[in-house]
């Protein structure tokens, strides 16, 4: 059974920090690309950052960029999003998601509407100005 479980979310003040992790299981990591998405109130879906569990090649979305960073731990099939510098207009329900077998992160991820072959159950993000 394909499993992706995100965590680390909550609520700071903006300028602040929060890590998120995805937990996935039931597929062969190494042949993935797992990316962020969120969804706020009355928004387009967004994606944000994915990331190839193959290369280590990496997209963000200009609006997180030198801010988010992804990252992967191929022994413990996980992905991770480190944001940074958090903005009140980052609030939203983060999820994490993941396409397989593929070795790379498709073109299409920041396309509105990208759907990836599974996604987690989300973990709210809220930052307070």
Wanted: glycine letters at 12%; one cysteine or more.
């Amino acid at each position: 059974e394909v499993r992706l479980a995100e965590s680390g979310g909550g609520s700071v003040q903006a300028g602040g920090s929060l890590r998120l992790l995805c937990a996935a299981s039931g597929f062969t990591f190494h042949d993935s690309a797992i990316g962020w998405f969120r969804q706020a109130p009355g928004k387009e879906r967004e994606g944000l950052s994915c990331i190839s569990n193959t290369d280590g090649s990496t997209w963000y979305t200009d609006s997180v960029k030198g801010r988010f960073t992804i990252s992967s731990d191929n022994a413990k099939s996980t992905v991770y999003l480190q944001m940074n510098n958090l903005k009140p207009e980052d609030t939203g329900v983060y999820y994490c998601a993941a396409d397989f077998p593929t070795w790379y992160c498709s073109e299409h991820v920041g396309d509105e509407g990208y759907e990836y072959d599974y996604r987690g159950q989300g973990t709210q993000v809220t930052v307070s100005s």
